[in-house]
């Protein structure tokens, strides 16, 4: 390419960047920004809206006066795993910053109401705290009222409660109400990328018949629950924020996907809309005699989805592991991670616990592994005179076949033998691949000197380029002479491709697979020895 072509080709592709952000990006970006700003002018105007009304005595309507127009107040209080800050608009969880290893994370930075908030026209005031619970009450109508508490533990289910006081000397009846959660729930840094596919509003129901309930996710425009559901909230891939009501029977589930923001796409040509998840929880409304109350108490939890806290008496009522993507191959999913903790109480490093893991392993299949090299060594062995056969009968469909299988029988060679020990391997992969991937004890794990977070990847790629290093040179030494040009380069480019795929995988993952390639180049360059000691 001379230079006057070298001009007009840049020229032409700034004109495409140009024009592609002038016409695309720029149009959607202010779209979003105007749907964010829509949705919060909404969510003021429901805030200073009249709140619904209460039926009185002999059918009156006894409606609160309009919200008054005092400004939002934020109300903190400092635990030993999180700082939590609450709003004075409905009481909701307005920031929830998790004390992560790693450093704090907002797991709720998006605009709205707050988590769990109730009754957002209501003006919330203090009224009481320890140093592991706060109180709030605020006033419906003239002689109704309402408190609320939480009791926050670390590393433990907390509990929300609502009390309805009613003091006027006649009944009143209460409109329905709602729990709000999100819009949105944020994520630790490495996982901000895949957050908005991650994110999900979710609930759990027992299904007749089985035995372990089931997770639910509700899609964009999924009906009501057929079941009674045991508790709903919002997910990703490294946190849960759900609500379990406790002597109460909740109304309908209502979920949408609202606009939280924008980022960066396209290697940061444009910039794109990011979507999350809201649901309400409704409660239905009910009648209070004069001088009664009517207290509604619910068990919630939000924090990370650790598997070992789950399985603690506490928290096996709720069945929350169930909220962690095992995959398909579930069971052996959860053996593996057994395993994986097992070996870590001995070692006290993760790190090493996935390389002891990946050896048992090898050892488990070394059988299957052997086969499947002497298989390969033997069809690489007797590949010339499978394609003499091929060039002899290559118009004689039925004589190729009957000539091929004679071939294998005079050597002993069975070619299903290369593939079977794969199809055994799959599922532990798949299994042990979702393990890693959505462990919440790899987070902030430490291997070894630059490896500080075996969850996130690593960042300077020695890892993925050792792998596809190892890759490269077992296949070298597994391509048959006479190979199908096509195959070969297949089986040339497979370590890059591998390479690239894993560059972003988590570092537990990929040191999986490096110690399996290791292991596995070892028993190849053995057992091609011993096949040419042999001859």
Excluded at 48 to 70: C, F, H, I
Excluded at 272 to 297: D, H, M, N
Excluded at 419 to 436: G, R, V
Aim: net charge positive; aromatic share 12%.
């Amino acid at each position: 390419m001379n230079n006057r072509q070298f001009l007009i080709t840049a020229m032409f592709f700034l004109l495409v960047i140009t024009g592609y952000n002038q016409f695309v990006a720029l149009p959607r970006a202010r779209a979003a920004q105007q749907a964010a700003e829509a949705q919060l002018e909404q969510e003021q105007k429901l805030r200073t809206a009249p709140a619904a009304a209460v039926v009185g005595p002999e059918g009156a309507y006894l409606t609160r006066a309009q919200a008054s127009d005092k400004p939002e107040e934020l109300t903190t209080l400092s635990l030993s795993h999180a700082t939590v800050t609450f709003s004075s608009k409905g009481a909701g969880i307005k920031t929830y910053l998790y004390k992560d290893v790693l450093g704090d994370v907002d797991l709720t930075p998006y605009a709205g109401e707050g988590y769990f908030a109730t009754l957002p026209q209501v003006d919330f005031t203090e009224y009481a705290r320890t140093k592991d619970s706060i109180t709030f009450t605020g006033d419906i109508a003239p002689g109704v009222s309402v408190a609320k508490t939480y009791r926050l533990q670390a590393d433990g289910l907390a509990e929300l409660t609502l009390k309805f006081n009613n003091r006027t000397s006649g009944s009143v009846t209460l409109a329905d109400w709602q729990f709000n959660f999100g819009p949105g729930l944020s994520t630790v840094k490495s996982e901000l990328k895949d957050n908005e596919r991650e994110s999900k509003a979710v609930y759990l129901v027992q299904e007749s018949g089985k035995k372990n309930p089931t997770l639910e996710t509700f899609s964009k425009n999924e009906k009501q629950p057929a079941l009674a559901w045991q508790w709903a909230g919002l997910e990703n891939r490294y946190f849960l924020a759900v609500l379990a009501p406790q002597d109460w029977t909740p109304g309908k589930l209502s979920t949408e996907r609202t606009v939280i923001g924008t980022q960066k796409k396209f290697f940061g040509l444009s910039e794109g809309e990011i979507k999350g998840p809201r649901l309400q929880i409704t409660v239905p409304g009910q009648t209070l005699e004069a001088g009664t109350s009517k207290t509604y108490t619910s068990h919630f939890y939000f924090g990370p989805k650790d598997y070992q806290l789950f399985q603690t008496p506490a928290f096996e009522p709720y069945h929350f592991e169930r909220s962690i993507a095992f995959g398909f191959f579930g069971a052996l999913g959860k053996i593996a991670r057994n395993v994986l903790e097992l070996f870590y109480k001995w070692t006290g490093n993760y790190g090493v616990a996935i390389i002891m893991i990946t050896v048992l392993l090898q050892l488990i299949l070394c059988r299957f592994t052997i086969m499947q090299l002497k298989s390969a060594a033997q069809m690489k062995k007797i590949q010339p005179e499978v394609k003499r056969v091929q060039e002899k009968y290559k118009n004689d469909p039925a004589a190729l076949n009957r000539e091929t299988l004679a071939l294998y029988q005079k050597y002993h060679v069975n070619p299903l033998m290369g593939c079977l020990p794969l199809l055994i391997q799959l599922p532990i992969f798949l299994a042990l691949f979702n393990a890693l991937r959505t462990s919440w004890a790899l987070h902030g794990a430490k291997f070894v000197w630059w490896l500080t977070d075996l969850s996130a990847k690593d960042p300077y790629y020695i890892l993925p380029v050792l792998m596809g290093a190892v890759m490269f040179l077992q296949q070298r030494g597994n391509i048959p002479p006479g190979t199908d040009p096509a195959q070969a380069a297949m089986f040339k480019y497979m370590p890059l491709i591998f390479t690239l795929l894993f560059m972003n995988f988590p570092s537990g993952l990929v040191l999986y697979w490096l110690t399996n390639s290791l292991l596995t180049y070892g028993i190849q360059t053995l057992v091609n020895k011993k096949l040419i000691q042999a001859k």
